[in-house]
């Protein structure tokens, strides 16, 4: 008897920290208006995604001294975001980017322990950690820590957030009139955490959560962030989307979690993907070169190429031959606060919606992944014609859900909740 299919597991990543987005379309919309926000959010729980990604910038993106205006700017930060979008959402998870180098274990803890209770247990938070002291100027500290130290950090910074989630029982809360109890004896330890990072004595003022601990979503692929989303994340957001190297990061990261005391169905491994539809593959290509040509328009391919000349191209044609000087060896600064390289980074699912739903379905049954970070190219109805058509053909293959099961994200997710502490 052959075994059932894997459900396919979707997140809906808002536009807008990069390029891909083209806000050039008329049919763009805001990036800071909660109008965006909540269109996206309430598209994706009808398309019933397990959750909504928004990423984080910190820094406005510069090339050669100057704001890269191709880029989107003006992203409001992360988290009153999300709380804004508990209240308009009922089932959807709401995972937000924030960074384990510029922040504190005892405030990050306390502000995404707020988000999972406005939620109902729906919160969740995608760790970063960075070494750019470009980013880092923006902060007290400064671009301080090494490369080598940011997994080290981040790791110890889960270890101390999971302690002040843990703080508070389960049924620490009494809320006894008549004998005058709010709170159980006992009830609310006290954090004692001395580490190389962090030195703390807290006793932490929010009750534990719907879900015990948010999700954990880790973005790294390097050798320690497979290793660190082994020890510590429920999900991994990767960039390997073809499906021989999505199969291969799988295998490896997959491969790891045994030594952690964790099962396969413990860590959900999520690439990030576009999609372009039409009525036939053909149209659907057609549909994909345009919007490519908006994405990379002529300045951004000569920027493009700056960052590999690492010298002023501004006087060559784009749509001529490569530049016909030699690079110079040291191109580093040129582009600041944003990846290299970063236009080609993503799969793009072209097709007809049954084409594209194939292929994702292809990619989660034959352990590529585990499931898709989706993200379009408008603000904010980019998601809307993937939602009408792509995910009734799912459903039809019986790989996605037609309602929610749960009410919790770790229940769409299939983790459970997170286990209290022995105290």
């Not at 004595?201 to 979503?217: E, K, N, S, W, Y």
């Not at 459903?395 to 929610?404: A, H, I, K, N, P």
């Not at 099961?405 to 209290?420: K, M, Y």
Request: net charge negative; hydrophobic share 40%; glycine share 10%.
């Amino acid at each position: 008897m052959s075994e059932p299919a894997k459900q396919v597991h979707l997140g809906a990543a808002f536009p807008g920290v990069n390029n891909h987005t083209v806000w050039s379309d008329p049919r763009s919309g805001s990036q800071i208006d909660f109008s965006s926000f909540r269109h996206l959010a309430r598209t994706a729980e009808r398309g019933k995604f397990d959750f909504f990604f928004l990423a984080e910038g910190l820094r406005l993106r510069e090339h050669r001294g100057k704001i890269f205006d191709l880029d989107v700017v003006g992203r409001p930060d992360t988290l009153p975001v999300l709380s804004a979008l508990a209240a308009v959402t009922d089932r959807i998870g709401l995972a937000g980017t924030v960074n384990a180098t510029f922040n504190e274990p005892f405030e990050l803890a306390r502000q995404f322990a707020t988000l999972d209770h406005l939620s109902g247990g729906r919160a969740a938070w995608n760790v970063v950690t960075s070494s750019d002291a470009f980013t880092g100027a923006n902060f007290r500290r400064g671009g301080f820590l090494d490369r080598a130290d940011r997994y080290t950090r981040a790791a110890e910074f889960v270890e101390v957030a999971r302690e002040l989630w843990d703080a508070w029982a389960p049924d620490a809360v009494a809320a006894d009139p008549a004998a005058g109890v709010f709170v159980k004896g006992g009830a609310i330890a006290e954090v004692r955490h001395r580490g190389r990072q962090f030195d703390i004595a807290a006793r932490p003022t929010v009750p534990r959560g719907p879900q015990g601990h948010p999700v954990l979503i880790q973005a790294g692929n390097s050798g320690d962030g497979r290793e660190f989303a082994a020890a510590t994340a429920d999900a991994i957001y990767t960039i390997h989307a073809e499906l021989a190297a999505g199969r291969s990061f799988y295998a490896d990261v997959k491969g790891r979690l045994a030594t952690y005391g964790r099962a396969p169905g413990h860590l959900k491994i999520l690439p990030q993907a576009t999609f372009v539809l039409g009525d036939t593959e053909e149209e659907a290509r057609e549909r994909a070169r345009h919007i490519r040509h908006q994405q990379v328009s002529p300045q951004g391919a000569i920027a493009q190429l700056e960052q590999v000349w690492g010298r002023d191209l501004s006087g060559y044609d784009p749509d001529g031959p490569l530049p016909d000087v030699e690079p110079l060896a040291d191109a580093a600064g040129i582009t600041r606060g944003r990846a290299r390289h970063e236009l080609t980074g993503r799969h793009a699912f072209v097709g007809t919606p049954g084409q594209v739903a194939e292929e994702i379905n292809t990619h989660v049954q034959g352990d590529a992944c585990d499931g898709f970070i989706i993200s379009g190219h408008l603000t904010p109805t980019g998601l809307d014609e993937f939602v009408d058509t792509v995910i009734p053909e799912l459903q039809e293959r019986g790989v996605l859900r037609s309602e929610y099961d749960g009410t919790t994200l770790r229940d769409h997710l299939g983790l459970g909740p997170a286990p209290a502490s022995v105290r």
